[in-house]
């Protein structure tokens, strides 16, 4: 029986950026913190993105896009903790680096990662989530979520190495 997998690159995005928006600055409100320009910057570039980045590579992507921007690195770094908090996003930890963060607002997915690389692969699998949801109730556990992430090393690098 050969399994059927769903491999992207890129799930879609369930909102628009204004609805992200207003959720943005409801979270903002509700913590009893200012909504800046410099916030609306780290939400924008992680909406155009869409991938899995380090808080290193948003600031940079931000100082990129916004060369006059006044974002620090510690406003990066506490937005996206408050934004993991708040389940805004969703914070991937390979081995090869730091944490990596993704909008929590795509399609649900899993990630499968080079442990040489680093290479994240999404994907969605029916079988898969029905054999969680199946262990989930065989131990009394309604299921309200999950993530899961598989560590691998990737083609190109198994070639690479003669793995």
């Not at 029986?1 to 995005?13: A, R």
């Not at 506490?78 to 390979?94: G, P």
């Amino acid at each position: 029986m050969q399994t059927e997998y769903k491999i992207e690159t890129e799930f879609k995005c369930f909102v628009d950026y204004r609805t992200l928006l207003l959720d943005f600055k409801k979270i903002i409100k509700n913590n009893k913190l200012k909504f800046t320009r410099q916030r609306e910057q780290i939400l924008r570039e992680l909406f155009s993105l869409r991938t899995h980045i380090t808080p290193e590579e948003l600031y940079q992507k931000i100082h990129d896009s916004y060369p006059k921007s006044k974002t620090g690195i510690a406003t990066v770094y506490r937005t996206l903790l408050l934004l993991e908090k708040e389940n805004f996003v969703t914070a991937i930890v390979s081995e090869k680096d730091a944490k990596r963060y993704e909008l929590a607002s795509k399609a649900h997915h899993d990630h499968i990662i080079c442990k040489s690389c680093g290479l994240i692969v999404e994907f969605s699998n029916d079988d898969v989530e029905k054999i969680q949801e199946i262990t989930a109730n065989s131990l009394g556990f309604k299921v309200v979520g999950h993530s899961m992430q598989i560590f691998g090393i990737c083609q190109k690098c198994q070639e690479k190495d003669n793995l």
